[in-house]
Structures are given as C-alpha cells and as structure tokens.
C-alpha cells in the first residue's frame, strides 16, 4: 500500500482557504493536517493551492482529436486517451463528454456516437479521469429515439441533452462559411447536405412528441437533463415542465433569470468568461455570474477554460477564488469533486500538474473532505 503525504499547501476547506496537510493510505484520506510518517513519500505543496477537482459537465473538445481536420479521423480509443491526458492536465477530474448524435452523418453520426459510448465504457477503469457520458440528442434526429430510450433504460447515460440546431442550420445555408464548415464536417456534396436537411426539416411536426416520449424515459431512469441554448422564457418554462432542471447556455438574461427563479441550474461556458464575452455574440458569462444567474461553468469547447476562468474572476475582482470555484467543481448538480494542486506562476496563467494519484476520502477520519479525491502531485519532498 502506498502512503502518501501532501504538505503545506493553502486547502479549500468549507469555502475557506487554510494551511493544512492531508495523509493518504493507499486509496483513503487517512487523516488531514496530521504529520507525515517516516515512511510516507511526501508532497510539498508550499505556496501552491489544494483545491477540489475540476467536474465538466459539458466537454466536447474531444472532437477535435477525433477529427484534427474536417474529413480527417482517427480512432476513438486513441482521442479518448488523449482528450483524457488534457482533462487531466488541466484539473479536469471528472469528466463529461458531450456526444452530439445528430441527424446529420459525419462527426457527429450514430456511429460515432455508438462508438464513443462503447469506448468509454470499456476505457473507463483504465482512464485517469473520471469519464461519464454526456449524450447531447439533436432532437430532429427522430429515428434515434428508440436506441436512445433503451441506452436510458440501461443506464448508459449520465447526462442527457435536448438540443435543437436546426434554424441556425437553415439559416447557415445562405452563408458561405458556415455552409461549407457544416457540409466538410458531415463528408457530403453541398447538394445532397440540402436535401439531406429538407427531408430532416420536413419532419418538424414530429419533433414534440419525441422530446416529451424522451424525456419521460430519462425521468424513469433518473437521468439528469439539459436544454441547451434555450432562447425565450417559454422554452424554458417547457422544458422544465418536463423535467429538464438545467439550462445549458441560454442565449439572453430573460431566459436565464427564469431559469434562477425556477430553481434551475444554470450552465454557462468557461471559454466566454477567459475571453470575455461569447465568440457568438450572446450572454456575457462574467455578467450573468456578477447577477447571479450562473450555477456551473462548463470547458465547453476548450479544456483549460475552466481552470482559467476561475483565476480570471479572481483576478477581475468578480469574486473570491473560493466562490469562483465552485462554479467549476461543486457537487451540484454533478458527482462529488476530486482533489487538485495548482499554481499560479508570474505569467498570470495557473498551472496544475498532470500526475495523479487517485484515492477516496474516509469520511470516519474527515467529515469535511470531498469524496473521490484525486491528487496531482507537483514538486516531490526532497
């Protein structure tokens, strides 16, 4: 069994910073500020921050290791491995990545999406991280809605989505850009992507009905759901109707402060607030956060976010670290948080170390210590 020590660090301990040191047993917290034994391998974490470990809700930057460039892949298993390696590096220590099944074929397919699913499962013992499936359902795509159900029912999904792109994929058609990012991504010509689209579009009367039928299954099985980029307070009130407790990205403050008055959680993402507005030109993170509309910061698209995010609030005088923190790694609506060390160099840009050692607090000897622990280990004791 393997002891290990980590040593006078500043710990965020019930929202407060305070120097303590944790002793683990092979895989417990065995006691915290305790001496280390003669025969503990030993940590010095002076003048770095022990903080809970990063859970993202929404990640989805594993798709560019599946795909570096548009209609160039690679193996699931392998960008799996990788996007875990940068999860982990980044204090990510509980992750779920976000799988778009959509209508369309491509990246964002049924096989692919089948082949994250099965992936993750068989690598899950063997990832650093823990991996969690996100499934986001592009809800035009109506035929999948019965292997879905049966994935719910199975408990095979961790998080489950209601997404709806469909009116910005219209209205992408008429823009170059756009238009040829979207037809690249898929493998097909730009005349069969548009009739590809008018057969999806011409369902559109059928989509309500599936969304309710879905989310009855996710109820039943105890599925936590999302509605992402909600646009109006009516789309919000639906959804919750349903269930659906967390808004994910809503596109204005209305829709967001209807989300808090409801009692939702509110998902905004990392990257908006570390560049200072969103790259679409909606809500700005930073304000929703200053106004209280914001439960959760999400990686989004961009593994470092997070852990950027909460040292810019920091810094901009938003709020305390240990406030900014927990938008990145409190228990709600996720499992519990993990253990990470951090440093901020003079750069302005904080650090984290990408060797871990997994291990699970004994409540017995710590009530106040998060379960799951994971520790990243910095500078060994000389």
């Given at each position: 069994?393997?002891?290990?020590?980590?040593?006078?660090?500043?710990?965020?301990?019930?929202?407060?910073?305070?120097?303590?040191?944790?002793?683990?047993?092979?895989?417990?917290?065995?006691?915290?500020?305790?001496?280390?034994?003669?025969?503990?391998?030993?940590?010095?974490?002076s003048g770095l921050k022990v903080l809970p470990g990063i859970i993202d809700l929404h990640g989805d930057a594993f798709e560019r290791q599946m795909m570096p460039r548009p209609?160039?892949?690679?193996?699931?298993?392998?960008?799996?491995?990788?996007?875990?390696?940068?999860?982990?590096?980044?204090?990510?220590?509980?992750?779920?990545?976000?799988?778009?099944?959509?209508?369309?074929?491509?990246?964002?397919?049924?096989?692919?999406?089948?082949?994250?699913?099965?992936?993750?499962?068989?690598?899950?013992?063997?990832?650093?991280?823990?991996?969690?499936?996100?499934?986001?359902?592009?809800?035009?795509?109506?035929?999948?809605?019965?292997?879905?159900?049966?994935?719910?029912?199975?408990?095979?999904?961790?998080?489950?989505?209601?997404?709806?792109?469909?009116?910005?994929?219209?209205?992408?058609?008429?823009?170059?850009?756009?238009?040829?990012?979207?037809?690249?991504?898929?493998?097909?010509?730009?005349?069969?992507?548009?009739?590809?689209?008018?057969?999806?579009?011409?369902?559109?009367?059928?989509?309500?009905?599936?969304n309710a039928r879905l989310a009855q299954a996710a109820r039943a099985a105890g599925v936590r759901m999302l509605s992402h980029d909600d646009e109006t307070t009516a789309m919000?009130?639906?959804?919750?109707?349903?269930?659906?407790?967390?808004?994910?990205?809503?596109?204005?403050?209305?829709?967001?402060?209807?989300?808090?008055?409801?009692?939702?959680?509110?998902?905004?993402?990392?990257?908006?607030?570390?560049?200072?507005?969103?790259?679409?030109?909606?809500?700005?993170?930073?304000?929703?956060?200053?106004?209280?509309?914001?439960?959760?910061?999400?990686?989004?698209?961009?593994?470092?976010?997070?852990?950027?995010?909460?040292?810019?609030?920091?810094?901009?005088?938003?709020?305390?670290?240990?406030?900014?923190?927990?938008?990145?790694?409190?228990?709600?609506?996720?499992?519990?948080?993990?253990?990470?060390?951090?440093?901020?160099?003079?750069?302005?840009?904080?650090?984290?170390?990408?060797?871990?050692?997994?291990?699970?607090?004994?409540?017995?000897?710590?009530?106040?210590?998060?379960?799951?622990?994971?520790?990243?280990?910095?500078?060994?004791?000389?």
């Open positions: 069994m393997t002891n290990l020590s980590i040593e006078g660090g500043q710990a965020l301990v019930a929202g407060e910073f305070v120097e303590t040191s944790f002793r683990i047993a092979g895989r417990d917290i065995a006691a915290v500020d305790s001496a280390a034994e003669r025969s503990t391998t030993g940590v010095d974490a209609g160039v892949d690679f193996p699931v298993d392998v960008a799996l491995v990788d996007s875990d390696r940068q999860a982990i590096a980044n204090g990510i220590t509980t992750v779920f990545h976000a799988t778009t099944w959509s209508w369309e074929p491509g990246l964002r397919s049924a096989d692919n999406a089948r082949q994250l699913l099965e992936n993750i499962e068989i690598l899950r013992p063997k990832l650093a991280a823990d991996t969690r499936f996100h499934l986001r359902h592009e809800t035009y795509n109506l035929d999948a809605e019965t292997e879905i159900t049966q994935w719910l029912s199975d408990g095979r999904i961790d998080l489950f989505a209601f997404n709806d792109h469909m009116d910005s994929t219209v209205a992408s058609l008429a823009k170059p850009q756009k238009r040829s990012r979207m037809v690249e991504r898929t493998g097909l010509t730009s005349e069969a992507f548009d009739q590809l689209v008018e057969r999806i579009v011409a369902r559109r009367h059928e989509v309500p009905a599936s919000r009130k639906a959804f919750r109707a349903q269930g659906v407790e967390i808004a994910e990205f809503p596109v204005n403050e209305e829709t967001a402060r209807e989300a808090a008055e409801g009692g939702d959680f509110i998902v905004f993402g990392a990257p908006n607030v570390v560049r200072g507005g969103s790259h679409t030109g909606w809500t700005k993170a930073a304000d929703m956060i200053v106004k209280g509309l914001c439960s959760v910061l999400a990686s989004d698209y961009y593994y470092p976010a997070q852990l950027l995010a909460a040292y810019r609030l920091a810094a901009d005088g938003i709020l305390p670290l240990a406030k900014a923190w927990d938008l990145i790694s409190a228990t709600r609506p996720g499992p519990p948080a993990s253990l990470i060390v951090a440093s901020l160099p003079k750069a302005g840009v904080p650090m984290s170390s990408s060797s871990m050692t997994k291990c699970r607090c004994d409540p017995a000897s710590s009530a106040s210590s998060p379960q799951g622990a994971s520790f990243i280990s910095p500078k060994p004791i000389a």
